[in-house]
């Protein structure tokens, strides 16, 4: 048995781990061995100091030794039961409500000298301790120093300590993964030490050290999974394509505005990838309405001329259908462009399929319907996949495996990320960023307005209609229930048909596909004036029309999210506005959070006000979907050791170092399936 697989175990071959405790583990998560011992102590308690009865302090846990003189079980409804104790510097009452007699004079023998830790009260005159639940005849057992773990929820601590003690005594000893520069920065502490440190420290105010070595090895298997994933990719050679130099001014003269300088500057960088023998790892990124979408599409449309393919992922439908309209118009007397999602018809479907295997499709657009594994591509050249974020490294792993040694990837983003959930998310990547903005674009204006002034709000509506103008109306998606998530969209769209008749209309997850799109097309048209919408609309649609967009409950949103919802206006040369509408009950924090983006129009700024309020998590939108990408580190608070964790990887990568000494390391951060085909 190698040593990682005892900890890789399921918990519950463990003794006293029965059917029902580890349901109760697994609700937090715990599943394996290994996931139980990292759920490190929330704190500490000495319990190992004995003091006398006179010298107790009221308020404080503390520790006694004492004799069980007398019993006094009232046998009353609401009184409880009372056990009289001593030393011979005074008397001690323990108190139990709602425990049996059987069990009180289990743990507390008559006559017999007993050790019992816990915190100390005072009532008519006399120490007593209510309900304890540290008590033994064997006074090791309890002078000592105990873990508190604050995942408990249905676990008391008792039996908490009691597995995790289970877990420790067949603890493998892990040979040494750490290069000796690196374990030298942590002390030399190895990962058992920190371990058994962690779980059962000899005083209560335990070193950073031992935490400190665990953070960073989760943080290095991450970057070393990263790093193989993209030396693996970039091993390979590919087919260097040629560069159309005329696209550009086609395109400009196609689509009547001239591209950004820093437009140009990202076509050029990827060119230069296109054209080389390396595949291209690239990411894009640029503030919201920064024009990454054109960009994508020339470099699209190139590869498409050297008889290549390109796969468009899009994270929701409705952006990989504007994507797709967009490049038809442009290219389309060039190309055979496709839509695929996943409620595309099955008869289409295999159409479609059929047709890119025999490369008669020279670029599919979809959403995640593009990964799998159906899916075959005759010549696929290029991978985009827009707001890379919200796909995990599998996703991306599965589509890079579509390209075989010829895939180009690039993928882009509105979300300015720190450079340490950059190594994290992607890797070592190369970055091109668009920093401009397009001309003539106007600050879009921010207000906030309480919901008790909702008659303004509608009054303003009112003139922007007047004025030819429409509106976005975003309602938040309520979580507790899937099957009426999008309630508060459907309240607010009745509420406004009765004041605005027809020009209004109601988008959300649950409106079939061919409503959808007639309510886009209406929108689209301008027969529709009012789109009321859960965030479906979140992320890169295009409505140049569209000069005002309201959010309801505003201070439920991430202002990264807010942000990229605001970027939905302020598209064309119109001064466009957001309203921000909140419950008059709102949090100092929230006020605090909906001012910063009153007062900023620039992403890069807000994303960092929004980490220092709320966490990375929520930037990224892990929060939402439930990741959680590490189990101990944090982007922010250890940043140093990310840094630190990044110029190893560099150092591997450099000295081409061999990685089997890392294997256990990758098996226990369970990114095996990944890293095994990688090896
Ligand atoms: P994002 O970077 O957020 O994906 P888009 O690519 O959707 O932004 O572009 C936002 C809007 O700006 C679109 O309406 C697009 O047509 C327009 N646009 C892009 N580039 C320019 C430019 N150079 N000049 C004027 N408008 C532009
Ligand atoms: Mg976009």
């Not at 773990?149 to 603890?171: H, P, Q, R």
């Not at 001014?249 to 296109?274: C, S």
Request: some cysteine.
């Amino acid at each position: 048995m190698n040593n990682y697989e005892y900890l890789l175990s399921d918990i519950s071959i463990l003794k006293g781990v029965g059917v029902s405790l580890a349901k109760k583990f697994r609700r937090k998560n715990i599943n394996t061995i290994f996931d139980l011992i990292l759920s490190i102590p929330s704190k500490y308690i000495d319990r190992s100091i004995e003091t006398k009865i006179k010298d107790l302090h009221i308020g404080k846990i503390q520790t006694v030794t004492i004799v069980v003189e007398k019993y006094n079980f009232p046998r009353v409804r609401n009184l409880p039961n009372k056990v009289i104790c001593s030393d011979n510097t005074g008397k001690l009452d323990c108190i139990f409500f709602n425990s049996f007699e059987g069990y009180i004079k289990k743990i507390l023998p008559l006559n017999k000298v007993v050790t019992i830790s816990g915190k100390i009260g005072f009532f008519r005159g006399k120490y007593q301790i209510t309900n304890p639940t540290h008590v033994s005849t064997d006074e090791n057992k309890i002078k000592k120093i105990h873990s508190n773990y604050s995942l408990t929820e249905g676990i008391s601590d008792n039996i908490f300590n009691k597995v995790i003690n289970e877990a420790l005594i067949k603890l493998p000893k892990m040979s040494e993964w750490l290069s000796k520069d690196i374990l030298n920065k942590f002390e030399n502490i190895s990962w058992n030490e920190a371990i058994t440190n962690l779980h059962k420290p000899k005083q209560t105010d335990i070193e950073k050290k031992y935490i400190n070595r665990l953070i960073f090895d989760e943080i290095l298997s991450t970057f070393l999974i990263n790093s193989k994933i993209r030396i693996n990719f970039k091993k390979k050679n590919k087919f260097p394509k040629k560069i159309n130099s005329k696209l550009v001014n086609f395109v400009e003269n196609k689509i009547g505005f001239t591209l950004t300088i820093d437009q140009n500057k990202a076509i050029k960088e990827i060119n230069n990838d296109l054209s080389s023998k390396q595949r291209m790892f690239r990411l894009l990124q640029g503030d919201v309405g920064s024009g990454k979408t054109i960009v994508s599409l020339i470099s699209s449309q190139n590869v498409i001329f050297n008889n290549y393919q390109v796969a468009f992922m899009a994270p929701t439908e409705i952006l990989a259908k504007q994507h797709f309209n967009l490049f038809n118009n442009i290219f389309g007397k060039f190309s055979s462009a496709q839509l695929l999602t996943g409620k595309t018809d099955y008869k289409e479907r295999n159409e479609i399929l059929k047709k890119l295997q025999n490369n008669k499709i020279n670029i599919v657009f979809g959403t995640h319907a593009l990964f799998q594994k159906k899916i075959k591509f005759k010549k696929l050249g290029l991978i985009i996949i827009d707001e890379q974020h919200k796909f995990g490294v599998n996703q991306r792993k599965k589509l890079s495996e579509k390209g075989d040694a010829n895939c180009d990837v690039l993928v882009m983003s509105a979300t300015p990320i720190p450079r340490t959930m950059m190594m994290t998310l992607y890797g070592d990547m190369d970055i091109t960023l668009i920093k401009s903005k397009p001309k003539n674009r106007k600050e879009i204006k921010t207000y906030t307005k309480d919901v008790n002034k909702i008659n303004d709000v509608i009054k303003f509506v009112k003139k922007e209609i007047n004025l030819g103008n429409q509106i976005f109306w975003v309602c938040p998606l309520i979580e507790e229930s899937k099957k009426i998530d999008h309630q508060s969209a459907v309240i607010r769209f009745n509420n406004l048909k009765k004041i605005f008749s027809s020009n209004v209309g109601l988008l959300h997850g649950s409106i079939d596909k061919d409503e959808k799109d007639l309510i886009l097309k209406n929108f689209l048209k301008n027969k529709i004036k009012i789109l009321v919408s859960t965030t479906v609309i979140e992320v890169g649609i295009d409505f140049p029309n569209a000069t005002c967009i309201i959010i309801e409950d505003a201070n439920k949103f991430g202002l990264s999210q807010l942000h990229q919802l605001r970027g939905r206006v302020g598209r064309g040369i119109k001064q466009s506005s957001c309203i921000l509408i909140y419950k008059s009950s709102l949090s100092e924090n929230a006020r605090k959070r909906l001012k910063i983006l009153k007062s900023s129009n620039d992403g890069f700024l807000i994303a960092e006000e929004d980490l220092k309020l709320r966490g990375y998590g929520d930037l990224l939108g892990f929060q939402q979907s439930g990741q959680k990408i590490f189990k101990l580190a944090d982007p922010i608070i250890n940043a140093d050791m990310f840094l630190l964790a990044e110029k190893e990887i560099k150092n591997i990568e450099r000295n081409n170092l061999n990685l089997t000494k890392y294997k256990s390391l990758l098996k226990l951060y369970d990114r095996a399936d990944i890293i095994n085909e990688l090896i």
